[in-house]
């Protein structure tokens, strides 16, 4: 697997002249402080930057911003591509990212829809009304032009004298429905050439190979290899044993009973009675159970809708019921060791002087008991308060 994409010098570029140089800082609406190119982090009242400085700000700003698009897209991207969601993601928000719908059609890999959901940011609160912003629509193109530039600027080209456009009335929000057309235009020869590129047919071992779950898939388990490579190598690439000789002796039973005069017909029912399986793919995810030999495999089926079960929710060990009789039992053994020593130690009849222990030394070593039995009291008391805000957490959806 090719390793992660870096932020290039395109989405710098983009962002500064989107975002534009701010020398001093500035206070935001929201009571926060912005310099240079839209930094917040540390900008502080009274602050200066240089130019230089900004774009280094901005750069320690792209970190987190990469990380984040990285983790989040299961896509294989290009370069124009992944800094094109860079700033995309740098100029909405990573939270409002992270519900995109561009995110979701790049996970399908949908990328033209992606493209054209980029353009859908173009709104703004402005003076307690939310209006189309000229400057966003701009950047949003931007934004879209350089996630649709190719790889080393490999453009195809579209004669107009050929391929005359015509009003596309089909997606009133701008956006096809389905993937458009490749079509392929010859610059060799004195006539000109047009052809479409379809899709090759499926294999009959593997089918429908452009799905985009299964791309997504693909991209995933190349992840997985590559970090369990030095684990468990052999493991991922192994094939499964073949189940088909353990239902060998299961179909044979029934053979000594036959009531039928044609035992050829009967016999056949019995032996295809489990239909056979096609060959799963190599790129998708097999599991097997290590208690069973003949366990039946396990796929991913991406034809089939996706089905999310929530994790079970472990409930923290409760305190026992006792608990607040030992608090309660702990705080009056340190108010009587408390008030009986401090009574003893200024009440106690003078006595003779033999030894440490005289009757003030008891009676104040008494009160500090008594203090310490009252501090056990509040700790058990806090810990048990702790642990019921936090199942009250818990138990919130």
């Given amino acids: 697997m090719p390793p992660r994409h870096q932020v290039s010098r395109a989405a710098i570029t983009l962002i500064k002249r989107f975002e534009g140089y701010r020398r001093k800082a500035a206070q935001l609406p929201d009571g926060r402080w912005t310099i240079g190119y839209s930094?917040?982090?540390?900008?502080?009242?009274?602050?200066?930057?240089?130019?230089?400085?900004?774009?280094?700000?901005?750069?320690?700003?792209?970190?987190?911003?990469?990380?984040?698009?990285?983790?989040?897209?299961?896509?294989?991207?290009?370069?124009?591509q992944f800094d094109a969601l860079c700033a995309f993601a740098f100029s909405i928000g990573l939270a409002a990212f992270r519900g995109s719908e561009v995110l979701k059609r790049i996970n399908e890999g949908a990328f033209t829809q992606a493209a054209f959901a980029l353009e859908l940011w173009r709104r703004a609160d402005f003076q307690g009304?939310?209006?189309?912003?000229?400057?966003?629509?701009?950047?949003?193109?931007?934004?879209?032009l350089l996630f649709?530039?190719?790889?080393?600027?490999?453009?195809?080209?579209?004669?107009?004298?050929?391929?005359?456009?015509?009003?596309?009335?089909?997606?009133?929000?701008?956006?096809?429905?389905?993937t458009p057309a490749q079509v392929v235009t010859s610059l060799d020869g004195a006539a000109i050439a047009v052809s479409r590129e379809d899709f090759a047919a499926p294999?009959?071992?593997?089918?429908?190979?452009?799905?985009?779950?299964?791309?997504?898939?693909?991209?995933?388990?190349?992840?997985?290899?590559?970090?369990?490579?030095?684990?468990?190598?052999?493991?991922?690439?192994?094939?499964?044993?073949?189940?088909?000789?353990?239902?060998?002796?299961?179909?044979?039973?029934?053979?000594?009973?036959?009531?039928?005069?044609?035992?050829?017909?009967?016999?056949?029912?019995?032996?295809?009675?489990?239909?056979?399986?096609?060959?799963?793919?190599p790129s998708l995810f097999r599991e097997t159970r290590p208690d069973a030999a003949d366990a039946p495999r396990v796929l991913i089926d991406d034809t089939a809708p996706f089905e999310f079960v929530p994790p079970p929710v472990q409930s923290l060990d409760s305190t026992p019921d006792d608990g607040l009789l030992v608090v309660v039992s702990l705080?009056?053994?340190?108010?009587?060791?408390?008030?009986?020593?401090?009574?003893?130690?200024?009440?106690?009849?003078?006595?003779?002087?033999?030894?440490?222990?005289?009757?003030?030394?008891?009676?104040?070593?008494?009160?500090?008991?008594?203090?310490g039995f009252i501090a056990a009291a509040v700790f058990l008391l806090l810990q048990r308060v702790t642990h019921a805000a936090e199942r009250r957490e818990r138990r919130r959806p």
């Fill in 129 to 144: 009304e939310r209006i189309v912003v000229d400057a966003l629509v701009r950047r949003r193109a931007a934004e879209k």
């Fill in 331 to 371: 705080s009056a053994l340190g108010l009587a060791f408390f008030a009986g020593g401090i009574f003893w130690a200024f009440n106690a009849p003078p006595g003779p002087q033999q030894g440490i222990f005289t009757p003030l030394l008891v009676g104040w070593l008494a009160g500090v008991a008594g203090v």
């Fill in 39 to 80: 930094h917040t982090l540390t900008a502080r009242q009274g602050a200066e930057v240089s130019e230089a400085d900004a774009e280094a700000l901005l750069l320690y700003d792209m970190i987190g911003v990469a990380h984040t698009v990285s983790e989040l897209v299961y896509a294989d991207l290009t370069q124009n």
């Fill in 203 to 281: 294999k009959s071992d593997d089918p429908e190979p452009d799905s985009p779950v299964r791309a997504a898939a693909a991209v995933v388990t190349a992840r997985l290899q590559t970090l369990f490579a030095d684990a468990a190598p052999a493991a991922l690439a192994e094939p499964l044993p073949d189940p088909a000789p353990a239902e060998e002796p299961r179909a044979e039973e029934p053979a000594p009973v036959e009531t039928s005069p044609e035992p050829a017909t009967a016999e056949a029912p019995a032996v295809a009675e489990p239909a056979p399986e096609p060959d799963p793919p």
């Fill in 148 to 178: 649709l530039t190719p790889p080393n600027d490999a453009w195809r080209v579209a004669p107009s004298a050929v391929l005359k456009p015509e009003l596309d009335d089909t997606a009133p929000d701008t956006a096809p429905r389905g």
